[in-house]
T-cell receptor, first 109, second 114 residues
Framework: GENVEQHPSTLSVQEGDSAVIKCTYS??????FPWYKQELGKGPQLIID?????GEKKDQRIAVTLNKTAKHFSLHITETQPEDSAVYFC????????FGAGTTVTVRA | EAGVAQSPRYKIIEKRQSVAFWCNPI?????LYWYQQILGQGPKLLIQ????????DSQLPKDRFSAERLKGVDSTLKIQPAKLEDSAVYLC????????????FGPGTRLTVT
């Protein structure tokens, strides 16, 4: 089955700086790569996703890149704000999703 | 539109007892998922339904866990008997079609087994 590894497990950034989270996956058949944000006491919420036929996707301050050859994808958050503080999960799959272990992001004011 | 509803939000039981969780997905969503999220880990898929049918239950401990989705809408997940290691948040999610469509998660049920 699919195995997704996510790094780092924790990330502390100064407000206004950028944050980068990286994930690798094992199954070359995976073709869908979403990123979820989870706030305390809530379920995960999709923030951006990318499919295997695209190398990069951007939505305002959030961008995701995908390297299918190397089987890794990354989340980039620019101009971080305190409300970006949360746990972020990457996932990969096609007929089902496997999630990474999560990255706790803290944005320092 | 209304989100995914789950109940109860919290449950505390003793080991060897049974427990059931309920999920009401977003109207019109064909696919429903149950995930187990242990503290500090990512969600792990337990079972995935497409309408009434099971698409994947490869990680469901079938000796103690069971799930059903009646009439392709609501779903229940049951644990009998519970073990200490079942302490986790149980998340229900739904999507319009399969997993490559956006999954909408409910708030989860936090289960504590003592």
């Amino acid at each position: 089955g699919e195995n997704v590894e996510q790094h780092p497990s924790t990330l502390s950034v100064q407000e206004g700086d950028s944050a980068v989270i990286k994930c690798t996956y094992s199954d070359s058949a995976s073709n869908y790569f979403p990123w979820y944000k989870q706030e305390l006491g809530k379920g995960p919420q999709l923030i951006i996703d990318i499919r295997s036929n695209v190398g990069e996707k951007k939505d305002q301050r959030i961008a995701v890149t995908l390297n299918k050859t190397a089987k890794h994808f990354s989340l980039h958050i620019t101009e971080t704000q305190p409300e970006d503080s949360a746990v972020y999960f990457c996932a990969a799959g096609d007929y089902k999703l496997s999630f990474g272990a999560g990255t706790t992001v803290t944005v320092r004011a | 539109e209304a989100g995914v509803a789950q109940s109860p939000r919290y449950k505390i039981i003793e080991k060897r007892q049974s427990v059931a969780f309920w999920c009401n997905p977003i109207s019109g969503h064909a696919t429903l998922y149950w995930y187990q999220q242990i503290l500090g880990q990512g969600p792990k898929l337990l079972i995935q339904f497409q309408n009434n049918g099971v698409v994947d239950d490869s990680q469901l401990p079938k000796d103690r866990f069971s799930a059903e989705r009646l009439k392709g809408v609501d779903s229940t997940l049951k644990i009998q008997p519970a073990k200490l290691e079942d302490s986790a948040v149980y998340l229900c999610a739904s999507s319009l079609e399969g997993p490559t469509y956006e999954q909408y998660f409910g708030p989860g049920t936090r289960l504590t087994v003592t």
